[in-house]
């Protein structure tokens, strides 16, 4: 009997964690809303499950007024419905024989269902025709099981992966088990109903329990299935509370997918309430290549829900990414961090039912989940489509192994949401993308990717800013000017792409990158062969007259000249700023505007400093003589890479004066290595011209005699003697 007095339960021994306590709590909260308090409500606390409802004692009443729902599988061998099914035909037996009226709805469904096992017997019908048939004759109150464990959709059963492969584990049948335990708690013995409420009362708060059955648990909960290693002594038994598996099989009803059926997309997928595939990335317990049926994600909530509120929860099952229903893991981190999620959810458990112990599935909780907003996760978005066309089984190993990198980036970011992450996900992405370009069968099944704009990624990237990124973001926004042909950017420097064409709007793959070894070589190598590149070719571009000598990149966003200095000294971690490297690579820095704050002081290098105004082309000091500006020799990369770094220094020390400026003589051991002076050289400095001014060199008195400071001065008593200047500026 039942109290209009509300009373608050806090059941203990029912939580989100193992899937057979939720399950469990699932069922109960099923059983009381439909069958003793409609306007009982259920959250899930600390404390384990709330429930208010006006029930006053919830053991009793589960041992005294709960009646089973009708749970038959005679498409399943070991059912209770073969020839051959001794044990379950006896459990079926006794469940028509029980002298309790709580069991009527069992009585009306086992006849049909022998009906439609002896038909399909005799016919030799599958499995698909003979859920089909019963279905369609069945009552009413046994479609809730089999819409959970069986869809039948496109001439195709699907399978839920939470009820196994049409409610069975293997050879384990989940319905007959369910028979075992429900004549267990509702014996109507003395002793039996003794027995049963103090099982009840255990599993409701939880408390230790000498009571548990011998039987199977199945997938459902690990720690209490038993088998090898379970035991220190070797092997232990499968213990299980009955109520426990009695309540978890009832609690799995409200996965029934018939609502979801209707959803767009992939109609299979698509009808499996909370489900995705599974992905081993981002799961201690998941490798590559184990076998699972997918994972379920359980909603967690705190806020007290009726069972209509719930079951509208698990009848839309709304988790979507794009637009769409999610389908993989990553789609549902991204769909709990853009809050494409049910109202209300505040949580989910991540399991994945995974193959252990040589057939048998087992649900491992693999993460537990908070919905937050992380509207930065959404940028994934933008770089998902080009991988799709990438996956192929028939990939090489690089390109799988890529895919598989980029997959556990993917999965990592859209969990956390964090700058690391983004930026080791574009990192992976243009790993692959260079895995792609050395694939024959990958570059004809996938165009050349076009990179989304990367304003909205720096966005994201200023929160974690730091030397290597300033440094990487100046390298890889570089590009060259207007030429005869397409201007080329960074990008289609290291990477093996080309620019786009009028015939190929998003480029083309090229047998090799313009400067081959990024990734392969010490990025300090490759750097400097940009350099010597950019020397060889800059006097090709439009309005390279305008230069004494050649010019770097003309286009780019520029790095402080403190971060330059301390990267040619080697005060940079290299190992950082590849990895950032490779995830602006990444990204489109057309039209990228960006201004960096000034970074702490740094130990100068003499030759960089005079390098960097010549690099972007130095005006001269006194603003006359034409228009000309005076750049970098272009054989100076070569030079600087063989380690000519004294002679370069010299040069540069007669190209200032040539443009009015006295500037210090090379020292007698470089402050820092060629190579690393030539890669500091790739991105535009900002600041270069003022650190010249203030520590390298002092403008040359105008001669109003000489029409043209661009011409190199014959010295005289007013120029300061080059070692006391730089004695002075010392």
Known sequence: MTSHTVTRHVLAGLRPEPLASYLAGLGLIRLLGAQADRAATAAWGPDGLIIEAAVADIATWLVEEYVPTPVLSPWNGGSGFGAKDREPRRRIKDLLSHPSARFAPFHAAIPVAEEVASAGSSRGWDKERLVQEFRNRCPDALLPWIDATVVLADQRPFFPPLLGTGGNDGRLDFSTNFHQRLLEVLDVTGKGRARSLACARDLLMGTEAERLASAAVGQFDPGAAGGQGSSPFGAADSLVNPWAYVLLIEGALLFASATVRRH??????????????????????????????????????????????????????????????????????AATRTLGVARGVEEFVRYGLQRRNGLAFVAVPLDRVHVRSKPEVGLAARIEDWVSRVRSPEASSATGAATRRFDTAHLAYARDGEAPRLRDLLAALTILEQAVGRSGRARERAPVRRPPGAQEFLDVFAEEESRELRIAVGIASCATGPRIGPARTMRQILLPVDPAERDHPRGRWR??????????????????????????????????????????????????????????????????????????????????????????????????????????????????????????????????AAGQVTSVHTDAVRRLRQAGYQAVPAPERPAADGTSLAAALVPRCRGGLALLKEHFAIPIRADPNVADPVADPEPDEQETNPHELAEELS
Do not use: K, M
């Not at 090709?540 to 003309?554: I, K, L, M």
């Not at 010549?614 to 054989?635: E, K």
């Open 511 to 640: 047998d090799t990158p313009v400067v081959a070894g990024f990734g392969l070589r010490p990025l300090r190598q490759v750097l400097a062969d940009v350099l010597a590149w950019r020397s060889r070719t800059a006097a090709d571009e439009s309005g390279a007259e305008a230069f004494h000598g050649v010019p770097t990149f003309r286009f780019g966003v520029e790095t402080p000249a403190a971060d330059l200095h301390a990267f040619a000294r080697g005060q940079v971690d290299d190992a950082a700023l590849d990895v950032w490297l490779r995830a602006c690579l990444a990204l489109s820095w057309r039209n990228v505007r960006h201004r960096w704050p000034v970074p702490g002081p740094a130990v100068l290098v003499p030759t960089l400093g005079l390098l960097h105004p010549l690099a972007a082309g130095l005006a001269p000091a006194h603003g006359s003589g034409g228009t000309t500006r005076l750049a970098q020799g272009p054989d100076w990369a070569v030079r600087l």
């Open 264 to 333: 767009q997309h992939d109609v299979g997928r698509a009808a499996r309430p909370f489900t995705v595939s599974f992905s081993p990335d981002g799961s201690a317990s998941g490798a590559a290549g184990e076998e699972s049926r997918g994972e379920v994600w359980v909603p967690v909530w705190s806020r007290p829900c009726t069972l209509a509120e719930i079951g509208q929860l698990f009848g839309e099952a709304r988790a979507s990414w794009r637009g769409r229903p999610a389908q993989q893991a990553v789609e549902f981190y």
